[in-house]
Each structure stands twice: as structure tokens, then as C-alpha cells.
């Protein structure tokens, strides 16, 4: 592994827990669909079991293709190990599950994606497993006795606010806190956590690692010690394994990571940017635009400024689902990170569950449109959303306004 640190980025995410197949020289990983793994003998049968030899024994505790996808991950995020998982809730709920008992408490750094907060409100505190949600600048004075973990997302859905790693992570510095970092809208390729002291990583490995819309998947990152502890209880336990054939399509999607990101990239910033003081618009939430309250810890912390970004249209509901209703390009639907754009409308969908009072603290208003721009070509983006703002405008202004040529 440590020869094959000394790449770059993408050289990596091609070649690293990918080789000729030790059995028949395949290039390709070969799909291994299969649930169980000879001994070969009676006594390797037992020194497996003991762990005094190495090897598969029944893929819900691991699977060659598995483990290559894992492997790649942990050379991209940077850490000594990764396992995967059949979805980005089976890792996050694993995590959980293994590592807090009743009587814990973790702090979160909202908003936090909604199943993220179903699982904590629904499974873990009936369990006696306290949340409670804080900001970042009540960080380290939030942390009480019973804090054994810091859990947050950078940047955040939908409203693309970006939390201090840095700051996170020293406030939990030298005490016996787990700190845990969802990189889902990041991805390693413009932000590794784990290089500003965070300790573990998940991902939905369904959004832009997998990248094509076809498999849904978790993956977790971070020292190996921890990483077998959940590969033992929150994997082999618990059992949301990840498939042999999904575990393809992943090792498939993560060698173009880093020009489809670039991609994504490009064409979010030029989106964010066309779309400025258009009628329409009330606000721009990308953390690329000079105005994002983050920008500049947005600089710091992520290579470039990602594929998602957030309007605020001026009319409430009806404007934006006028708005969406006329995108040609961008499909509504849930879900990121493809190379299809994508739009949805979170008040009405994704986060119609949060709480009144918590989707105006998070500053999810009913005019709020989210955006996964895809790799389409960015100019014809750029024209679908542009035609979708006009038709809002015309028949959103006030006849009297137009005759009156104003606007
Ligand atoms: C989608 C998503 C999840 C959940 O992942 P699934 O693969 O859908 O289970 C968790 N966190 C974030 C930030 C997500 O976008």
C-alpha cells in the first residue's frame, strides 16, 4: 500500500485494489458471485475460523470484488482500511450501532441528511442514545461527559453549508470522542477529512462514487483497527453486505471520479454564476460564489467547489415547482451525484418530515430548488435552467408590472 501512496490522486483511483486476477490473470476485477469459500482442508477450515490463516470464508464477512472496491477507497481517502456496505444508511447505521451504547451521546453538526436523522430519531434514541444538534461555534464548550462522537456532513443538504473539519476535529482532540465526517457531496477527490484530523469517513457510495446512477452502496473509511471492529459486528453482525456485482459497478465508477468531479465542477460553477441576479432568483447557495457565507473555508478545505448547488426563487412553492416542471434536461428525482443532472424541490420531498421550526434554522424554504449537475455539456445546462427561470418570471409578474415594462 505504501508504494502505491506515492501516486497522485488518479493514478490511484484506476490501479490501487485492482491486479490481474491471482487465479486466471483477468484483467478486469471479476465479478465473484458467490456466497460461500472453500477451506480446501479440514485444518485450513479451522485456522480460518481462528483467524490463524488468511482468506474468504462467507461473503458476508467479505468477497474478493468487495474487497477491492473497499481497498481503492481507503487508498483514496487515505486511510489504513475501508469496509463497504449494501447502502449509504447500512454504513451509517452500522457505525452507529457498534460503536454508541445507551447513555452515549453525539453531537451533531446539522442539517444532516434525512435518513441520517430518522435513524438517530427513530432507532438510536429509543436505545437510550442522546443526540443533539449544535453549531460549530458552540464547538468544544457543547461537548459533555456522555459526547462519544461528533457526526456532520461538508457540505451540508441542500443548503451547501460548509463545516470546519479543522475546528471539529481539535475540539475533540486528546478526549475519547469519535469524530465522523459524511463525504458523500464531497467525495475524496476535493476534500479527505482525514487530513484535517477527522477520524472516520462514510460515504453513499450510491452518489458520486458509484457515479452513474445504477447501484446504491455505503462505504466507511479509517484506521484498521476500527474499520475490523465494524467489519466484525456492524457488518457481520447486523448484515447490510454489499453484493459482489455492485461492488463492480463501483470499481467501474470510481476510476473516472476524478474527471467526472472536474466536470461536475465546471459545470456548477458556471451554472451558479449565470444564474446570478436573474429576476427570478432570490439567492444562489454554492459555496464557489464569493457571497457563500463559507467561501473561504470552502477554499480551504475542498479542492474545488463540487456539483451541487441550491436556488431560491422568489414565489415560494408555486415558483419552484413552475421552475421544475419546465427543466428539460434535469430529471426530478431524489438522490446525486450522477452523471445525469438531477433537481428536486427538498420542502415537498427530501426534508418534508424535519420540523417546521428546523427547516427555517437550516433555511430550507419553500422556494428552495436543489441542483446535481450532471456532465451534460455545461452551455446546455446553463440554457435548460435559464428558460426554466424566464417561464417563472413570466407568469409570476404581475400583468400590471409588464405593461408597465418595469421589469
Ligand atoms: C444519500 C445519502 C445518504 C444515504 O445513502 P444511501 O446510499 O441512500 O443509503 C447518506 N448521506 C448523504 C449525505 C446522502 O446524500
Redesign the pocket.
Known amino acids: 500500500m505504501s508504494s502505491e501512496r506515492r501516486h497522485r490522486f488518479a493514478t490511484r483511483a484506476v490501479h490501487d485494489g485492482q491486479g490481474p486476477d491471482p487465479g486466471t490473470g483477468a484483467h478486469a476485477t471479476p465479478i465473484y458471485q458467490t456466497s460461500t469459500f472453500s477451506y480446501g482442508s479440514h485444518a485450513r477450515g479451522a485456522a480460518l475460523f481462528s483467524g490463524d490463516a488468511e482468506g474468504y470464508l462467507y461473503s458476508r464477512i467479505g468477497n474478493p470484488t468487495t474487497r477491492a472496491f473497499e481497498t481503492k477507497i481507503a487508498s483514496l481517502e487515505g486511510t489504513e482500511d475501508a469496509v463497504a456496505f449494501a ?6 447505521s452500522a457505525l452507529m450501532l457498534s460503536l454508541l451504547r445507551p447513555g452515549d451521546e453525539i453531537l451533531t453538526l446539522g442539517p ?2 434525512g ?2 436523522d430518522g435513524l438517530l430519531r427513530d432507532v438510536l434514541a429509543p436505545y437510550g442514545i442522546r443526540r443533539r444538534d449544535v453549531d460549530d461555534t458552540d464547538l468544544p464548550g457543547a461537548i459533555s461527559p456522555a459526547t462519544r462522537m461528533i457526526y456532520l ?1 461538508t457540505p451540508t ?1 441542500p443548503t451547501l453549508t460548509i463545516h470546519d473539519l479543522d475546528l471539529v476535529a481539535a475540539s475533540a482532540r486528546g478526549k475519547d470522542i469519535l469524530t465522523v465526517a ?1 463525504n ?2 464531497a467525495t475524496p477527490y476535493l476534500t479527505r477529512p482525514v487530513e484535517h484530523g477527522i477520524d472516520v469517513v ?6 458520486y462514487l458509484g457515479g452513474h446512477g445504477d447501484v ?3 462505504v466507511i473509511a479509517g484506521p484498521a483497527e476500527l474499520v475490523t471492529e465494524l467489519r466484525s459486528h456492524g457488518l457481520r453482525h447486523v448484515g447490510a453486505v454489499l453484493g459482489a456485482f455492485e461492488s463492480f459497478l463501483l470499481l467501474r465508477g470510481v476510476k473516472t471520479l476524478p474527471i467526472r468531479m472536474e466536470r461536475h465542477c465546471d459545470n456548477a460553477e458556471a451554472l451558479a454564476r449565470g444564474v446570478l441576479g436573474h429576476p427570478a432568483v432570490a439567492a444562489v447557495h454554492y459555496p464557489g460564489l464569493p457571497q457563500h457565507p463559507q467561501h473561504a473555508l470552502a477554499g480551504r478545505q475542498m479542492a474545488r467547489f463540487g456539483g451541487m448547488l441550491a436556488l431560491e426563487l422568489h414565489g415560494g412553492a408555486p415558483a419552484a415547482a413552475r421552475f421544475l416542471d419546465r427543466l428539460t434536461l434535469f430529471t426530478q428525482a431524489v ?3 450522477d452523471v445525469e443532472s438531477l433537481a428536486t424541490h427538498p420542502a415537498s420531498t427530501t426534508h418534508q418530515l424535519l420540523e417546521p421550526e428546523a427547516r427555517n434554522r437550516h433555511s430550507i424554504s419553500d422556494g428552495l430548488v436543489r441542483l446535481s449537475v450532471g456532465i451534460e455539456d455545461g452551455a446546455d445546462l446553463l440554457d435548460d435552467v435559464l428558460r426554466a427561470l424566464d417561464a417563472v418570471r413570466a407568469s409570476d409578474a404581475p400583468a400590471t408590472t409588464l405593461a408597465s415594462g418595469t421589469s
Not at 447502502?87 to 451509517?92: D, K, L, N, Q, V
Not at 462514510?202 to 452518489?207: D, G, I, P
Open positions: 447502502s449509504g444508511m447500512g454504513a451509517i444532516l441528511y435518513g441520517t456532513e443538504n459524511d458523500t457531496f462514510v460515504h453513499s457510495a450510491t452518489k446504491v452502496a455505503g438522490s446525486l451525484g
